[in-house]
Structures are given as structure tokens and as C-alpha cells.
């Protein structure tokens, strides 16, 4: 699981250690993802599945997609399809993922690298893995996940960050077992002069971290106590919150109120998983009605209807024609007649 690596941890910043009066935060549940498909068969983890939107806020939805290795012609993506009132974030961990929108945002990402893209008003958009990929197969591993939006900002013009891998502030836990990758919203130093702040701008003040946890080690994270604290386990074993409640691959474990995040990897650890890697999430609730169905995430029922049927007037924008490969005729690639 490389992401973004250090070799030597002890050469970054510290977070501080829990000081005096903090508050650890219990755990008030752990559920476990199902397994499904997206897109074109893509395997996915429902990280979300079964947890109170609620508890949630001001996240709706993350897939764990992958890790899996294609063979040669296997890898998978989407197809062109549309959004409206929230925005998607997409995390590679291994591999390499291709966006392109009707709104011109775009580009490719590739191990620990982000596509942060605002949906707001709408637009179309396509994820898929590069040509070279699906010729030769590989490793792919990410994640997902959806923020809502405010209602105020549901009518935003759609957006597009591409945040690179080396973008992300990265920090270690006091003794430097713990390493993390701020991807959005900040963390204190050791100082607590200063602050390190993740390259992702939000709508929604939150944060999104990764971190990777040394067997026997244990993470305190300093969070905000307006903020919610969701913490997923992307591979490996441990436990988390202040009493020790076990966790491992594929599940969720929601906090309760405090000011510190605990999360301790285990001793033992699988071969083919060295360390407890998690995606530490937070943010301050909305507090508002939710509408969602499918590709729409709005704040009343009409609301999702009229954008279905703005999608289906051509209003949420249109395909972008594909470029013409050098040397063939316009309706015709790789010998194939166009439509």
C-alpha cells in the first residue's frame, strides 16, 4: 500500500501528545462493509452500509474500491453519468484512475494522489483506468467517498482540484509510529503554534487523513470536538477508542464526543499487511433534510426529481466528443465505422 512513503518517519513533524483534560472519544459502533460492484464490475467495499446518515454528516456515501489485481484486459471503470449537490472524492492508494467532465475538469491520478471534484449545479463525468492499464493489468486500490454540500452551496459551479500525492502535509505521531497524510483540513503541531493544513479546499469544514499505524503501535489524534470522527480500516488489524474495541479490514468504527481520536495497531499483523492502515474522517454536520437517490444528493424529494429530469433534458451538460487518434478518418477509429 504505497501512496505517498517516508523512509524515515522521525524526520517529520510530531502532533501533539494528548494534553492534560482531553477527552478520548468512546466508540459508539463498528460495522462491517459489505462487498459489491460499481461502474463497469469494478469490486467495491459499502463503507457507509448500515450506519445513520446522522452519525455520518457530513458524509453520504464511500466505496473502497479495490485492492485488487487485474489481469491483462480485467480493469475496470464507469461510464459517463451525472451528479448534482455533493462532491465526490477519489483517493488512489495503487494504481492509476482517469476523470474527464462535461464541465472540462479532468486529468489522471495515480498512488496517493486526489481528484476532488464539486458536483454543485451538475455535470456528467467519467473514472476509468488508462488504455495502458487495461492492456496490462495491475494493482488498484482507492477510495470514494461523498460530501454532501451545504444547501447554499448545492447550486455552486461545479469544480475540480487535482491534488498531487506530495501536496499532502505529512506528519508522525510523537514516537513516530504513526504516519500520517493530511489530505484535507488540519492538524495541530507538537507546538500547537502552528498548524498543517491539507491541500483539499472544502465547502463543508472537515478533514480527511491516512494513516499508517506500526504493529503495537498507537495513534492519539488530536480532533476537533464540533467535528464527527468516523475511522475506516483499509487493511490491517488493531483497535480504536479509548476502549480498546477490535477492528480489522473493511470496517467502521463511529466515534462519540471528545477531543482525541485513539487508534492502535495491532502486534501481529498479516503477511501481506505490516501495518494498520486507516482513512480517519471528520466534519461538522449540516444538520440539514436529505434527498438522495442515485447520482443526486438534494434537500427535498422535487428536488431530485427535477434533476433527473434536468439530466434528461441535456441541461446537466453533454459528453465531450472524443479526439479523433492521429491518422484516422473522422467516424472511423481503429478500423471500426462510427455511428
Known amino acids: 500500500m504505497p501512496a505517498i512513503t517516508v523512509e524515515d518517519t522521525t524526520t517529520l513533524p510530531r502532533v501533539p501528545a494528548p494534553a492534560p ?14 462487498s459489491g460492484f460499481e461502474g463497469e464490475g469494478f469490486p467495491v467495499r459499502r463503507a457507509f452500509a448500515g450506519v445513520d446518515l446522522r452519525d455520518l454528516d457530513p458524509f453520504i456515501h464511500m466505496d473502497q474500491m479495490g485492492e485488487v489485481e487485474y489481469a491483462p484486459g480485467e480493469p475496470k471503470g464507469t461510464s459517463w453519468h451525472p451528479h448534482r449537490g455533493f462532491e465526490t472524492v477519489t483517493y488512489i492508494i495503487d494504481g492509476t484512475f482517469e ?27 467519467i473514472e476509468k483506468p488508462p488504455e495502458a492499464l487495461v492492456a496490462s493489468g ?10 454532501n454540500l451545504p444547501r447554499a452551496q448545492k447550486w455552486a459551479e461545479p469544480r475540480y482540484q487535482d491534488l498531487r500525492a506530495e501536496q499532502a502535509a505529512l506528519l508522525a505521531s510523537p514516537d513516530a509510529g504513526a504516519f500520517l497524510r493530511v489530505i484535507a483540513g488540519e492538524l495541530p503541531d507538537a507546538g500547537r503554534s502552528v498548524v498543517h493544513k491539507g491541500p483539499g479546499s472544502t465547502y463543508s469544514p472537515m478533514a480527511m487523513v491516512h494513516a499508517t499505524i506500526a504493529p503495537g503501535a498507537t495513534l492519539d489524534l488530536p480532533w476537533r470536538p464540533d467535528f464527527n ?20 479490514t473493511g470496517q467502521l468504527a463511529v466515534f462519540g464526543p471528545g477531543d ?21 474522517l471528520g466534519g461538522l454536520p449540516i444538520r440539514e433534510p436529505i434527498a438522495m437517490y442515485g447520482p443526486f444528493v438534494m434537500n427535498t424529494r422535487q428536488e431530485v426529481m427535477d434533476a433527473f429530469t434536468d439530466f434528461q433534458a ?24 462510427g455511428a
Open 260 to 280: 482525541t481520536i485513539t487508534v492502535s495497531g495491532a502486534k501481529q499483523q498479516e503477511s501481506r499487511t505490516p501495518a494498520l492502515d486507516v482513512v480517519i
Open 21 to 34: 483534560g482531553t477527552v478520548r472519544r468512546r466508540v459508539r459502533s463498528v460495522t462491517t462493509a459489505p
Open 314 to 337: 441535456g441541461r446537466l451538460g453533454s459528453v465531450p466528443a472524443e479526439p479523433v487518434p492521429h491518422g484516422a478518418v473522422r467516424g472511423e477509429t481503429d478500423g471500426t465505422p
Open 229 to 248: 470522527a468516523l475511522v475506516y480500516v483499509l487493511s490491517g488489524a488493531g483497535s480504536v477508542g479509548v476502549d480498546g474495541q477490535p477492528v480489522r
Open 138 to 147: 495491475g494493482l488498484f486500490h482507492g477510495l470514494q467517498l461523498w460530501v
Open 99 to 125: 476523470h474527464s467532465d462535461s464541465h472540462g475538469g479532468g486529468g489522471t491520478i495515480s498512488n496517493g494522489d486526489t481528484q476532488w471534484m464539486t458536483a454543485g449545479s451538475g455535470l456528467l463525468h
